[in-house]
């Protein structure tokens, strides 16, 4: 009896060495599930211009800011991001050249962090809109920006943030997924 136990624990032993394999496993993330886009018109009483904004997303005041009412926060509550707006009206006071600088001025602010910061231009001429969006690589705490104007009287900035700690690996799907809401957003803003 006692051979025969020796042997049932030898070959178990035997059968338990059969895996060699002590690589380290890559950190595992969460599975996101990405809704359906669609898309619903956000007229913002009061403010003078209006766009597309998906379905899963919320126009909410943005609580920083009580004496501007036409700057907005557009929140994605499933992501854990907001996508800051900011519209000015261009005057004496608020110049487009003053207002473009404030744009590249906030978005350079994230140089420490940033791998690579690109620009690309912003032109649909049957809407009255140009503009310059700015993809900052890197882990910081802004990756995506924008900024839209007429060149006149109107002025429109928006500035994607998530409420988490910067670590570009575990956003970056969601930050995809949302660029292109954003773009969507971009190609649908009509000036009043």
Same mark, same amino acid.
């Given at each position: 009896m006692q051979?025969?136990f020796?042997?049932?624990?030898?070959?178990?032993?035997?059968?338990a060495?059969?895996?060699?394999?002590?690589?380290p496993?890559?950190?595992?993330?969460h599975?996101?599930?990405?809704p359906?886009?669609?898309?619903?018109l956000a007229?913002?009483?009061?403010?003078p211009f209006s766009?597309?904004k998906?379905?899963?997303s919320?126009?909410?005041?943005?609580?920083?800011?009580?004496?501007q009412p036409?700057?907005? =926060?557009l929140?994605?509550p499933?992501?854990?991001s907001?996508l800051? %707006?900011?519209?000015? #009206?261009?005057s004496? +006071?608020?110049?487009?050249?003053?207002?473009?600088e404030?744009a590249r001025t906030?978005?350079f602010k994230?140089t420490?962090?940033?791998?690579?910061?690109?620009?690309?231009?912003?032109?649909i001429?049957e809407h009255?809109?140009?503009?310059l969006e700015y993809?900052?690589?890197?882990?910081?705490?802004s990756?995506y920006q924008?900024y839209?104007?007429?060149?006149k009287k109107?002025?429109?900035r928006?500035?994607?943030?998530? =409420?988490?700690?910067?670590n570009l690996?575990?956003?970056?799907p969601? %930050?995809?997924f949302l #660029?292109?809401?954003? +773009?969507h957003l971009i190609h649908?803003?009509?000036?009043k």
């Amino acid at each position: 009896m006692q051979k025969l136990f020796i042997i049932a624990i030898a070959a178990f032993l035997i059968a338990a060495c059969g895996n060699n394999d002590y690589s380290p496993k890559p950190r595992g993330y969460h599975r996101i599930v990405f809704p359906e886009k669609e898309y619903e018109l956000a007229d913002i009483a009061g403010c003078p211009f209006s766009f597309e904004k998906p379905i899963y997303s919320v126009v909410k005041e943005d609580d920083k800011a009580p004496d501007q009412p036409c700057w907005k =926060n557009l929140e994605f509550p499933q992501f854990n991001s907001k996508l800051h %707006l900011s519209y000015y #009206k261009i005057s004496p +006071k608020a110049t487009l050249d003053e207002l473009r600088e404030d744009a590249r001025t906030f978005v350079f602010k994230h140089t420490s962090k940033a791998s690579a910061i690109d620009q690309a231009s912003i032109f649909i001429p049957e809407h009255n809109i140009q503009g310059l969006e700015y993809i900052i690589q890197g882990n910081t705490a802004s990756n995506y920006q924008f900024y839209l104007t007429d060149g006149k009287k109107n002025y429109l900035r928006g500035a994607l943030y998530f =409420n988490e700690k910067p670590n570009l690996d575990s956003i970056q799907p969601v %930050l995809d997924f949302l #660029k292109k809401d954003i +773009k969507h957003l971009i190609h649908t803003v009509r000036w009043k």
